[in-house]
């Protein structure tokens, strides 16, 4: 649908983590009334519906992803799949009763529990400020079959991660892709670009980053080591639940709960595969 310059601009004022909400709404009630475009006077009519009826929108979490299914060409890895994963736990787990339970007063957004995925590392869903931040991975590997030297991957890799280097293939030396780990960001761009195979796809998975959120006293999520399975990443998710369900008093977000120590039990738990917190 067709928005004026006027209706664009502002949508733009209204806050990004409601944004797209908003911007569905007015649609659907253009169209609903039978009108071509969006105007300024539609978006001010929607915006004051949907700030008076905020809680009747409220489930009692977010998951938002990015736009990879739309066809971006950087997904890493799609995670279609573990979306809806996430979104049968999260029903199951009912949080829209808990906040009620625990909220005095009207239910707002920023009660809600926040999970955003990104298929790639640049991060569109923003990640680094929910609650719970998961971006897809795919990582390399180097094979026996032979480098060409064309240096496709090394001009590829954005984050200076990979080079070529001499080393032992068999009984001979041969130069041979090198990528460092401590700098690979999982993105796979080296693995498609490799003209011969010498660079190719060991797996895919997904980085977890947890604890984010802006606010009053905003900070940025922390990345758990390790690139993890759908069946990992749903495991961690459901632990950052039980984790907020005992904390969360007074409809405390998750990054305000989560401390340094419950970050290190849970790189413990996932590193060694305990079974509990």
């Known amino acids: 649908?067709?928005?004026?310059?006027?209706?664009?601009?502002?949508i733009r004022k209204i806050p990004f983590f409601v944004r797209k909400r908003v911007r569905i709404r007015v649609e659907n009630e253009a169209e609903a009334e039978g009108k071509p475009i969006v105007t300024l006077a539609e978006v001010k009519a929607t915006q004051a519906r949907f700030l008076s009826r905020m809680e009747t929108d409220i489930k009692g979490y977010q998951i938002e992803t990015c736009f990879g299914a739309g066809g971006c060409p950087h997904r890493a890895n799609a995670g279609d799949q573990l979306v809806q994963k996430?979104?049968?736990?999260?029903?199951?787990?009912?949080?829209?009763?808990?906040?009620?339970?625990?909220?005095?007063g009207q239910l707002k957004y920023?009660?809600?529990?926040?999970?955003?995925?990104?298929?790639?590392?640049?991060?569109?869903?923003?990640?680094?400020?929910?609650?719970?931040?998961?971006?897809?991975?795919?990582?390399?590997?180097?094979?026996?079959?032979?480098?060409s030297q064309c240096e496709a991957c090394v001009n590829e890799c954005r984050e200076q991660a990979v080079s070529l280097e001499a080393g032992h293939l068999g009984a001979q030396t041969a130069v041979r892709p090198f990528i460092r780990t401590d700098r690979c960001l999982f993105c796979g761009a080296c693995v498609q670009i490799c003209p011969t195979g010498a660079i190719k796809e060991k797996s895919r998975g997904y980085r977890v980053l947890l604890g984010g959120k802006l606010g009053r006293r905003p900070r940025l999520a922390r990345e758990l080591s390790g690139v993890f399975s759908e069946e990992q990443v749903v495991s961690i998710v459901r632990d950052?639940?039980?984790?907020?369900?005992?904390?969360?008093?007074?409809?405390?977000?998750?990054?305000?709960?989560?401390?340094?120590?419950?970050?290190?039990?849970f790189q413990r738990r996932y590193d060694t595969g305990s079974d509990s917190l």
């Open 1 to 10: 649908m067709k928005w004026t310059t006027e209706a664009e601009e502002a």
């Open 240 to 265: 950052c639940i039980a984790l907020y369900r005992r904390r969360s008093k007074g409809g405390e977000r998750f990054a305000e709960i989560f401390t340094d120590g419950d970050f290190e039990n």
């Open 86 to 104: 996430l979104e049968s736990l999260l029903a199951e787990e009912d949080l829209l009763k808990f906040l009620k339970e625990h909220v005095n």
């Open 110 to 147: 920023h009660h809600e529990f926040r999970i955003t995925l990104a298929d790639c590392p640049n991060a569109c869903s923003q990640p680094q400020i929910r609650d719970i931040g998961i971006i897809g991975a795919c990582v390399p590997e180097i094979t026996s079959s032979p480098c």
